[in-house]
């Protein structure tokens, strides 16, 4: 399949297509995004995470606690797409966002230098000026390849707790991350619900952190440090393939019992993250792990499964109706004095100026902007 597809782009570049590089690049992105759940190639969406997740599905169905299962096969796949939910205009803006972050997201990765290479290399220096030359003393062994990868895995995974509730009170941040949290629904698609540039940011963030697994790793230990990213590449994909993270924006609510639920974020503490109840606010940041909310104080776990109203507390109106809106209203959210530039607009050019920022979510609508709080400010 991999060989098809690189076959197939080299046919692709000697056509038209290759004179335009950014429009090939995005096209090339596209196809590995919709191949990704077969070949496995840098996605979320892996054919074995999914094989996990229509298993956890199933047995949700079959114990039929939440549902009463009929209608055989077709009513199993009825009850994990249900047409409501999939064709939801929540929905359709997350499969938006998939696809031109997919293709064009690149033009916001403004972190790219600060990748995992470069911090691994920065704090060798700081070890070598610490401690001296890398004595590169110990071979790996299979016990220390799995302690290696489970260190990485760990710093990762704090990586995403951290950035996560970072972008809940840094009001910058927030205004990226209310993109994700703007879906009033979920779907597995919804992981790929996020503002680009909060991608990006990510990305940095989690290589900042991963290195500093990887950089005494390498100080200490012999031989290639590509094994330990295979390796740690894939124990990671058993694990969020494992643990149902698919499922983590769906609405298929699973939890793992009340004493797994401090270890591992199953999918319901995910959607109880995205709940628009006061005391679901700020809880539950994990992605792979809850013990991190459980050490910092920000876990929350529901005796049962709830009705959960999702999206943004104290919005009442969608702002991200659509993709675009959703990659630049973040952008003008972040003007200081937005408000007065359409106060002056609408001086100069009348009401309808104020009417038309209105209709763009640019500004609150007049009647609402007094009794209507938006989540920002409870930063
Ligand atoms: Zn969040
Ligand atoms: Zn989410």
């Not at 790996?140 to 290696?148: E, K, Y």
Request: neutral net charge; charged residues 10%; contains cysteine.
């Amino acid at each position: 399949m991999i060989e098809y597809l690189s076959g197939l782009k080299t046919t692709l570049h000697h056509t038209v297509l290759g004179q335009f590089p950014l429009l090939e690049r995005a096209v090339f992105q596209l196809i590995d995004f919709l191949t990704g759940p077969v070949t496995g190639v840098g996605t979320r969406l892996h054919w074995f995470a999914i094989l996990e997740a229509l298993g956890l599905a199933a047995v949700v169905y079959l114990t039929g606690r939440q549902v009463r299962p009929s209608g055989g096969w077709r009513g199993f796949i009825r009850y994990c797409f249900p047409k409501e939910l999939y064709t939801h205009a929540s929905a359709i803006v997350d499969y938006q966002l998939a696809i031109l972050n997919t293709c064009f997201g690149f033009f916001f990765n403004v972190t790219w230098r600060l990748n995992t290479v470069v911090f691994t290399t920065l704090y060798l220096s700081w070890l070598v000026a610490l401690l001296g030359p890398a004595p590169h003393a110990s071979a790996w062994t299979t016990s220390t390849l799995i302690g290696a990868t489970v260190l990485i895995l760990l710093a990762e995974d704090l990586s995403n707790y951290t950035f996560h509730y970072l972008g809940h009170k840094i009001p910058m941040l927030w205004q990226l991350h209310k993109v994700h949290h703007s879906a009033e629904v979920l779907t597995p698609l919804t992981a790929f619900r996020t503002h680009p540039l909060e991608y990006a940011f990510a990305g940095a963030w989690r290589s900042m952190f991963s290195s500093l697994a990887i950089a005494p790793l390498i100080y200490f230990f012999t031989g290639p440090p590509s094994t330990l990213e295979i390796f740690g590449i894939a124990a990671t994909l058993v694990f969020v393939g494992g643990l149902g993270t698919v499922l983590q924006h769906s609405h298929i609510w699973v939890s793992f019992g009340h004493t797994m639920d401090h270890i591992i974020c199953g999918p319901a503490l995910h959607q109880v993250h995205h709940s628009q109840a006061p005391h679901h606010w700020d809880r539950n940041f994990g992605v792979i792990f809850s013990f991190w909310d459980w050490m910092f104080g920000t876990l929350v776990i529901p005796d049962a499964p709830q009705k959960l109203v999702l999206g943004l507390a104290g919005e009442t109106r969608q702002p991200h109706g659509n993709a675009v809106a959703a990659w630049c209203l973040p952008f003008w959210e972040m003007v200081p004095f937005r408000h007065k530039i359409v106060d002056m607009l609408a001086w100069v050019f009348g009401p309808a100026a104020r009417g038309l920022a209105e209709r763009m979510n640019l500004v609150r609508p007049m009647a609402e902007s007094h009794d209507s709080v938006d989540p920002a400010v409870r930063f």
